[in-house]
């Protein structure tokens, strides 16, 4: 019978990658899928399986002490008046778009740091 407390420990150090081939390895051996598994042996059992993110959220999260020229790139990308984009700039952090692809908010991000701002995406 395996150890139990030394499988957790084991498992425990697998990067998200190596948990990932885990699974797969898993699935081809036992011939079920993730899914499968977590029905019929329980959620203990379950190896994670990792989705790549989609969809993400622009954070600003300051103006870097340039906020004239944040607020000047945040209307262009928003099409926000000033005074919106002004209220958005000043309540930092707060989210410039929401739901974006990777692309566009790499994009984001680069414009808005160009211009002096700090921003996250989530």
């Not at 139990?4 to 150090?13: F, G, N, Q």
């Not at 399986?49 to 600003?60: A, R, Y």
């Amino acid at each position: 019978m395996a150890d139990i407390a030394k499988l957790v420990e084991d498992l425990s150090k697998l990067t998200i990658l190596e948990a990932a081939d885990l699974a797969k390895a898993l699935e081809e051996a036992w011939g079920v899928s993730a899914a499968a598994a977590v029905a019929v042996a329980g959620p203990a059992a379950a190896v994670a399986v990792v989705e790549e993110q989609t969809e993400f959220d622009v954070i600003l999260t300051g103006d870097g002490g340039k906020k004239i020229q944040v607020i000047k790139e945040v209307r262009a990308i928003t099409q926000l008046g000033l005074t919106e984009a002004k209220t958005l700039v000043e309540s930092a952090p707060t989210p410039i778009k929401e739901g974006v692809n990777k692309a566009e908010a790499e994009d984001i991000k680069a414009k808005v740091e160009a211009a002096g701002g700090t921003v996250e995406i989530k």
